[in-house]
């Protein structure tokens, strides 16, 4: 047999067995005709591109782990709050979640770096036991060496620092040096997340960290959409890349739930067993008169949590359905549920960037914006700078707040985190943030679609057609 019959071969073999491979994998129909029909078209990209793209390769083993190592917080959480009915509601969430509600004595809204910065700084700078610090970008600029300074002083002062960079976020600082060589330098300890690496070769695209923590001596913390870095100063004109956002600071039951949630990547990343156990010290009283519950969401046993709880928790809107988000290309079951709610006569408003980060994301979206209009679902568009908060508001009690996207990439390839609240207080401050930002925005109408040439039109459905991937 000569040489090139067996590439051939080989080449032929490798197209089908990456084809059988997504036929016997992929959940979602489409996605696996998608990339059955792309390896075997092209027998030699395809299984490249399915191979650093399209197989899930988070170690189940791994992940038992580090969930193993920890030990069981046995405070009950409560199903029904005392002299507060929140059903159905939060009937959802304990269903996905097989969790009831924690409490949290206060949460805070913070825009942006500005507000959230100095926040998490005084945090840091008054531990006196650990810190507990994840995020998908830590830029090694100026604000990042705030963090270093604050991190490595803990540090001096003997409060045990635990560091979660996420390994492909890390790069996102380019041309900068990455932020794991200031960690290294200051003798701070670091995981990364899935790390990207040439030798082996590990090209982990997807399963990424996209969860944003800080915990502090188990008392408070932070989790939101923002990362650290300057490009979070919104107000600092001179960023080209600057981006408004928003954060939480909470006190109470809930950040047992986030720091344990922190501990679980962490024992992940950093590949070995920690002999600090997981204490909880806060108290879930029956009283309290804000109710949370923390949501994780990833490519392993927590896949499609918070694709469910966005169905179910829509389905309950009775007056209003209110989203904020950067990348919004949600699956056809969200989308049926927001359909279903204005159909109802629900207030369904969708609040997103003008301008994007992500090109592709920008294009795809333009595709499927016109099917709202026709459904009466209102589409508002902000101005510059970039827009990165995520929030849902839902009638007047509840809201869903963390650093999750309604994408894909998101709802399904990364792991991230959720946390619902059912409190009025902030349910109508994130209504009046989201009211300053729709009288500045511009509304989707059909004399904007109609101006759409054909060309734009041909290349934002291409786009679209990457949906499952962007």
């Known amino acids: 047999m000569n040489t090139t019959l067996i590439i051939s071969t080989l080449v032929v073999l ?65 199903l029904d709050p005392e002299n507060i009915d929140l059903r159905p509601m939060s009937t959802v969430g304990e269903r996905v ?8 004595r206060s949460v805070t809204l913070l825009e942006n770096g500005e507000q959230l910065f100095p926040e998490m700084l005084q945090a840091i700078e008054s531990a006196e036991r650990h810190v507990h610090l994840a995020s998908y970008i830590f830029d090694n600029d100026e ?54 690496t040439l030798i082996p070769p ?49 006190s109470g039951k809930i950040v047992d739930e986030l720091e344990r949630a922190f501990l679980r990547d962490w024992y992940h990343a950093y590949g070995k067993k920690d002999i ?5 010290v806060n108290d879930n009283p029956r009283s309290s008169a804000i109710w949370t519950r923390l949501v994780l969401d990833g490519p392993s046993e927590y896949l ?24 919004f290309l949600p699956g056809p079951d969200i989308v049926a549920a927001l359909v279903g709610a204005r159909l109802r006569g629900v207030d369904v408003k969708i609040v997103l960037p003008s301008t994007n980060n992500i090109f592709l994301v920008h294009w795809a979206n333009q595709h499927i914006l016109p099917y709202y209009l026709e459904k009466d679902i209102a589409v508002f568009f902000q101005p510059a700078p ?21 994408d894909a990439r998101s709802l399904r390839l990364n792991f991230e985190l959720a946390v619902e609240i059912f409190d009025s207080a902030l349910n109508q401050e994130l209504a009046s ?33 990457f949906t499952p991937y962007l």
Not at 276 to 280: E, H, I, M, T
Not at 386 to 406: E, V
């Open 97 to 104: 979640t097989g969790k009831g509600l924690r409490a949290a």
């Open 386 to 406: 970039f827009a990165h908060a995520k929030a849902l508001i839902i009638d007047d009690n509840y809201s869903l707040i963390g650093s999750a996207n309604l």
């Open 304 to 327: 499609d949590q918070l694709n469910d709880l966005l169905v179910g928790i829509i389905s309950t809107a009775r007056h209003r359905v209110w989203i904020m988000t950067p990348y």
């Open 202 to 250: 590990t090209l982990y695209l997807n399963m990424r960290n996209h969860r944003k923590i800080l915990v502090v001596d188990g008392r408070v913390a932070f989790t939101g959409g923002q990362n650290i870095g300057n490009r979070q100063l919104a107000g600092r004109t001179s960023i080209s890349n600057r981006a408004s956002d928003l954060h939480f600071k909470f």
């Open 433 to 465: 943030h989201m009211e300053q930002k729709l009288a500045v925005s511009s509304r989707l109408t059909s004399a904007v679609l109609g101006s759409i040439s054909l060309p734009i039109r041909i290349r934002n459905a291409i786009a679209w057609l």
């Open 276 to 280: 600090r156990s997981f204490k909880p």
């Open 143 to 196: 604000t990042g060496e705030q963090f270093i300074t604050a991190l490595s002083k803990a540090r001096d002062r003997g409060v045990n620092i635990r560091i979660i960079v996420d390994g492909l976020g890390e790069y996102m600082c380019f041309p900068r040096s990455r932020i794991g060589h200031r960690l290294k330098q200051e003798n701070l300890r670091f995981a990364r997340f899935n790390p990207i």
């Open 14 to 78: 490798s197209g089908f067995s990456a084809a059988l491979h997504a036929l016997l994998t992929k959940r979602d129909s489409k996605a696996a005709f998608g990339w059955i029909g792309f390896c075997l078209v092209l027998p030699v990209a395809g299984p490249l591109v399915y191979l650093v793209f399209g197989i899930n390769r988070v170690n189940q083993r791994a992940h038992r782990a580090y969930l193993a190592s920890l030990e069981v917080d046995e405070s009950p959480s409560i």
